[in-house]
């Protein structure tokens, strides 16, 4: 039996184990807490998903704007599409064909439809739609938030280095500047929409995944600084602290400004504080955590289908949120296995073999 490749990649030298086990603390909430909200404030493993994101994608860019090197912008959505699409649009038919067979009878609301509301799904415009919402599908907001940003951050980064050229403060300006905008369309969403939507839209979290960025651009341009402060961790102590509070605010004196606005604006940047405080620790012993997270972009994508179908057959209780969650991490392995693994191992030769072809043509 070959060895499952999650393992060989979790081991590798270069693989930064710290983001790993912040990626497995964020989906083990999230799933938990769609299960009939087991888990309060689970959901806020989203958020930071958001920052790790920010982190990850950004730092790529980043690191090429550091070295002066042209970002071609078909090339990187390219990339990240060869990570995200393949898993995600297997989930969209294979899962509406599981929803089919489950949920006709008892729930055909949790159905996609044709036309109009099947295109808002396939072109990630689902969490600027609303109704109708359909709970196996419906947690495919935050995907779309982040297919929006991979297409943004790119277009930044060539504009700054068209004007400014590579100087690291001016990303520094605009990255604040994205911060900042998010918060701020969380205000105005909240005030001057009919919505009144500061949670789905992709403007009201664009703070989030710029904390993100923020801590690629420090890590990047500051790396033996951090790595000097042998205090760094107290970092995040103190994001623990404010995450903490934020919470205990939101149950005891939460109310709807506080929620919409503050709330998730708070968030991220006690994650920011988090992950900042302890990203050059080794965690490379942590493998139970590091191997939950390589799986975790399938779980988080197939989780909410076996929600129903447990609480039908096994009711609510310990023993059916255990059966939901050993069913749908062992999809998640399946897909990832069959179909994101399959696809990230024909990138760089698809991507290479296109580009090729279009600068030989040019």
């Not at 909200?37 to 990850?56: Q, T, W």
């Not at 690191?63 to 969209?92: A, M, T």
Request: hydrophobic share 55%; net charge positive.
């Amino acid at each position: 039996m070959n060895k499952l490749k999650s393992l060989e990649i979790i081991k590798a030298k270069s693989r930064i184990s710290s983001i790993d086990v912040f990626r497995g603390l964020a989906i083990i909430p999230v799933v938990i807490y769609h299960f009939n909200g087991f888990l309060p404030f689970g959901y806020l493993g989203v958020d930071l998903f958001f920052v790790i994101s920010g982190l990850l994608v950004g730092g790529i860019l980043i690191r090429k704007f550091q070295r002066n090197e042209k970002v071609n912008f078909w090339h990187f959505i390219l990339q990240r599409g060869f990570k995200i699409w393949p898993s995600y649009y297997w989930f969209l038919i294979f899962g509406s064909l599981l929803a089919y067979v489950f949920y006709s009878v008892d729930r055909p609301d949790y159905l996609i439809k044709g036309g109009s509301d099947a295109l808002r799904y396939i072109f990630f415009y689902q969490n600027y739609t609303g109704a109708p919402y359909h709970w196996p599908f419906d947690h495919i907001w935050s995907l779309c938030i982040e297919e929006h940003f991979y297409i943004l951050f790119p277009l930044m980064i060539m504009f700054i280095m068209f004007f400014f050229g590579n100087k690291s403060k001016v990303l520094l300006v605009f990255v604040c500047g994205l911060i900042l905008a998010g918060i701020i369309f969380k205000f105005i969403s909240f005030y001057f929409t009919n919505s009144k939507d500061t949670y789905a839209g992709t403007h009201a979290r664009l703070d989030a995944l710029g904390w993100g960025v923020l801590l690629g651009i420090l890590i990047t341009y500051h790396e033996a600084y951090f790595k000097k402060i042998k205090n760094l961790p107290i970092l995040f102590i103190l994001g623990v602290i404010l995450f903490t509070i934020n919470i205990l605010l939101f149950i005891f004196w939460g109310n709807t400004n506080f929620e919409k606005m503050v709330f998730h604006s708070v968030t991220p940047i006690c994650f920011f504080l988090m992950l900042l405080g302890v990203y050059f620790i080794d965690f490379s012993k942590w493998l139970h955590l590091r191997f939950i997270a390589y799986y975790s972009y399938n779980w988080y994508l197939w989780h909410p289908m076996f929600v129903f179908i447990c609480v039908k057959y096994f009711g609510i209780n310990w023993l059916s949120l255990m059966i939901y969650m050993i069913v749908s991490f062992l999809t998640a392995m399946v897909f990832t296995i069959l179909v994101e693994e399959k696809f990230l191992n024909m990138r760089e030769r698809v991507i290479g073999s296109l580009f090729k072809r279009r600068n030989q043509l040019t």
